[in-house]
């Protein structure tokens, strides 16, 4: 089995995933969460890297030559040097991608303003990524960025469906939109998000875009596959999906998962260390 491999923090980057199964339906796939050390956002940049680093290496263990950081805050913090330091030594054939540039690619064509919101992790934000990324392809845009540190939080808990949840999302809304009365558009730069988009939508003018990653993530991939056949052609085709997790409670990820994804989902639990990741 040559799977492809989707990897994230959490349980938000099933929002991706879903996508991606959707638009490649049949493809094997690997979902691995660290939920054990989940969220990532608020961590140092050598805690991201070394975490998301020992799942990559999982994900290769399983077989995996192209692998996806599902995950705004790998794909900021941790991607660039797994790409370019890392990996080298192994095999030339195998592949990490992330979120950010597919997006960054993108975004500027959702806005008639050219002033757009960008909604994510601390870590997110504070490495302007998205900044620089989107600054290579509209360098006409007005980017303002927002932190949203207690959303992942809420999410990963389950909070989020509670009333009492409206008052943060509310809060972090309020923030970005004073930034500018010309923002169209906010970008969810974190994969958890859209599971709070309704009560996102709530909270703003009826005339704010409010884009998710999933779909563009996805459509990013069907056309990188089509121009690399040497790689699509090792990806096995089966239609297999095995999700695991990096916490014991496999149950309580499996009830969460299952919203996430769309669909039931049941996981093995795994302990990335044990397959002597440094």
Not at 215 to 226: N, P
Request: charged letters at 20%.
């Amino acid at each position: 089995m040559q799977p492809i491999g989707i990897f994230d923090s959490g349980i938000g980057g099933l929002t991706v995933f879903r996508s991606i199964a959707e638009q490649l339906p049949g493809y094997d796939y690997i979902y691995l969460g660290d939920n054990s050390r989940a969220p990532y956002g608020n961590r140092s940049f050598n805690t991201i890297h070394q975490y998301t680093w020992e799942c990559v290496q999982w994900l290769f263990k399983q077989g995996c030559p192209l692998i996806i950081l599902a995950c705004n805050t790998a794909s900021a913090k941790a991607l660039r040097n797994i790409q370019q330091l890392d990996m080298k030594g192994l095999d030339s054939s195998k592949r990490v991608l992330g979120v950010i540039r597919p997006t960054a690619e993108v975004i500027g064509n959702y806005s008639t303003t050219k002033e757009i919101g960008v909604l994510g992790t601390t870590g997110t934000v504070q490495s302007e990524s998205y900044l620089m990324e989107i600054q290579k392809f509209f360098p006409e845009l007005e980017v303002y960025q927002q932190a949203c540190p207690l959303w992942v939080p809420l999410v990963e808990s389950g909070e989020y469906e509670k009333p009492g949840s409206d008052y943060f999302i509310k809060e972090y809304l309020d923030e970005i939109m004073a930034k500018s009365a010309n923002i169209d558009t906010l970008l969810l730069a974190c994969t958890h998000y859209p599971l709070l988009m309704d009560k996102i939508k709530a909270h703003l003018p009826a005339n704010v875009n409010v884009i998710a990653q999933g779909d563009i993530v996805a459509k990013s991939l069907v056309d990188y596959l089509q121009r690399h056949p040497e790689l699509e052609q090792k990806l096995t085709k089966e239609g297999t999906r095995k999700f695991y997790t990096t916490t014991d409670d496999t149950s309580e990820f499996n009830h969460h998962a299952s919203r996430f994804f769309s669909a039931p989902v049941t996981s093995e639990f795994v302990s990335v260390t044990e397959f002597g990741c440094k």
